[in-house]
Structures are given as structure tokens and as C-alpha cells.
């Protein structure tokens, strides 16, 4: 397949500089042998070392983790760009250090692909989070008592490739809105509320609880919805084996951790090849218009965030364009999700058959 995409716009810093190879307050607390240099040297490895696992976590699938483990010995120290000791605590007893991690995109990037293992680095747009709370026929959303809120807000990762926003537990959003709009899919409400808070998606995580008096049990039921465009769509996060929908105790902060893992998951799921399309290769040709050498390289930038060196190809270089050929798996519509979070998209012309325009939004 071969199309043309043409680009013509202006936007302003990408929003996507979520640098997802920092990875913050690593925490060593160690026994304090006297030798404070050596301590130091110890607890900077230890840190390199967690902060490496956690972005692996962060992008790659359980199946590539577990190939990762295999490996008998990572020099980890050769990935990483920068780092800096945010804090550190003395004692006579203990040696306790707080340290960020700045991973190498490309040096990283490269390790993976030697090992034949794909990491998953887009990050999405905001959604903006709905935690609805169902409890003795009561519905909670902005009250205090929304517990299932809190739970949620306190598992998310800010660091993960899924970016969520939390809207405050405040009387202004109680007046906003309410659960049971929500749950009765007031659209214009809800439009109303995502154009309030400047975001395009919401997703609605619902939980009801009820207790069985007579099996004496806490009978739990949950559903996730995204709504966008003025519609709904249910997604499936959580399997029935993944917690226990029947318990003696209450399962909502199991819930909370589950929901949030899942919901990285399905968000890097997004954007995966299918294993039927694997071998296909989109092959298409990008015009730059040169006119704005900025905007340009901020482009550039992105796409080769997204593509690989050799997938982006300058082809022809004349008086106020560039045309690169572009070789990927990707689709339009998972280019799409990978732009997502610098609010612009790929829109198929009108005017021309099989050429292609980049708006914002």
C-alpha cells in the first residue's frame, strides 16, 4: 500500500516530553559499614539496578520480562545518562539515599531490539479519570467517603506509559456533575466536564459493592467505559481469575492495584501489532513543508521517537519541502494513538485520493 501524507501546521511544545526513561525517588536504605564513598557506590548500583526494572515493566510485555531474566548479567551502568542524588540521610546506624535515573532512550532502545524483545513507548493523551463507587445503594464520586477514588489515585503510577488525570474531590465538581449522570450516560454532561478540564477521553471505572448478609460475603461487580466523540465503549480489564468476586472481605484496594496494572496493559496492548499483520509493512511518503525549520525538527523528532532510523527515509530534498519514506507495521490509526499525546493526528485529505494531512485538535 503507498499514499502520500501532507503536512501543514503550526502547534506548539510537543507535549509528549513525558520523559519516560527518568525514573524518580529510587529509595536505598542500607547498614552503615563506616565506608560512606563505598556505601555510595553501592546504593547508586542498587538504584540503577531498581530503576531499570521498573522501566522495563513500564515497556515490555510479561513474555519479553521474562526472556529478560534470563540473562545472566546486564551492565545497566551503560544505559544510563544521568542520574542525581535527591536526597541523603546519615546516620550511625543506617545509610538511607533517594536517587532519580536517566536512562539512554537510544542505548536502551538498541539493547532490546538486539534481543528480538519490542518495547512499548508511547504514551497516551490525558484521560480523565470517573471512579463512580457504589456501596449499600449509595453512589459516591466527589464525597470524601469515595474510598475507591482514593485507592486509585494512590496505585497510579504517573511515571506509567498511560497518563490519567484526577479531577479534586470539591463541591464545584459535585455541581459538575454526579455519579448517577454519569451512570445514566448524560452525554452532554460529561462533554461539558471534559471540555471543563480541557481533555478529550474519560474513562468511567465503576465498582458496586454488596454484602451478602446471609453467605456473609462481599459480593463485588466492576466495569470500565471510555467515552469520547459523544459515545461509549465498554473495555475489558479485569478476568474473573484475576480476584475473587466473592470474598469475606471487602476487595477494593485489590481492586484499585488490579484496575490500574490492567488498565497500563490495555493501553500498551493499543498500540501492539496483531500477529496476523506482523509481516505487513505500511510504505508511504512524507512531504515537509520547509517553510518553518522549527516546526519541522520538532516533527522530525516525533516521528523518529516513533519509527526507527531505518523506517524514516529522506528520499528528496528541493526549495521548500522534504519527502521522507516512511516503512512501518503501523497503521494510521496506531500512529494516530502514538500522537495523541501531542494533540495532533493524521487526517486523510479531501481533496487528493491517498494523500494524508497532520491537524491539530
Known sequence: MTFFLLIFFS??????????YLIKDNEVLLENSGNIMELREIAKDMAFKNAFNILSEKILEPSDLSKLSQQSEIKIENFVMDYKVQKEKITDINYFSIINVNFNPERINKFFSEMNIKSRTFVSENYLILPVFK???????????????????????????????FPEKSHKNKLRISAKQILD??????????????????LILFVEEIYNYDKKLFETKISTEIFKDYQFSNIKILDEDLFNSN?????????????????????????????????????????????????????????????????????????????????TKYSIEQLNLALESNNIKLEKSLNEKDFFKVISY
Open 11 to 20: 502547534f506548539a511544545q510537543s507535549k509528549s516530553d513525558e520523559n519516560i
Open 135 to 165: 456501596k449499600f445503594n449509595t453512589l459516591y464520586l466527589w464525597e470524601e467517603d469515595n474510598y475507591w477514588y482514593d485507592y486509585l489515585f494512590y496505585e497510579y503510577d504517573k511515571q506509567g506509559l498511560l497518563k490519567l488525570f
Open 185 to 202: 450516560k448524560d452525554v452532554l454532561k460529561l462533554n461539558k466536564f471534559l471540555e471543563i478540564y480541557g481533555k478529550k477521553k474519560a
Open 247 to 327: 470474598s469475606k472481605t471487602s476487595q477494593l484496594e485489590l481492586l484499585a492495584k488490579l484496575s490500574i496494572q490492567e488498565l497500563q496493559s490495555w493501553w500498551k496492548k493499543q498500540i501492539e501489532f496483531s500477529d496476523k499483520n506482523s509481516e505487513k509493512i505500511e510504505t508511504f511518503n512524507l512531504i515537509l513543508d520547509l517553510s518553518d525549520l522549527k516546526q519541522n525538527l520538532v516533527i522530525e523528532k516525533r516521528l523518529k521517537e516513533i519509527l526507527s532510523s531505518d523506517q524514516i527515509v529522506l528520499t528528496e530534498l528541493s526549495r521548500g519541502k522534504a519527502i521522507y519514506k516512511i516503512l
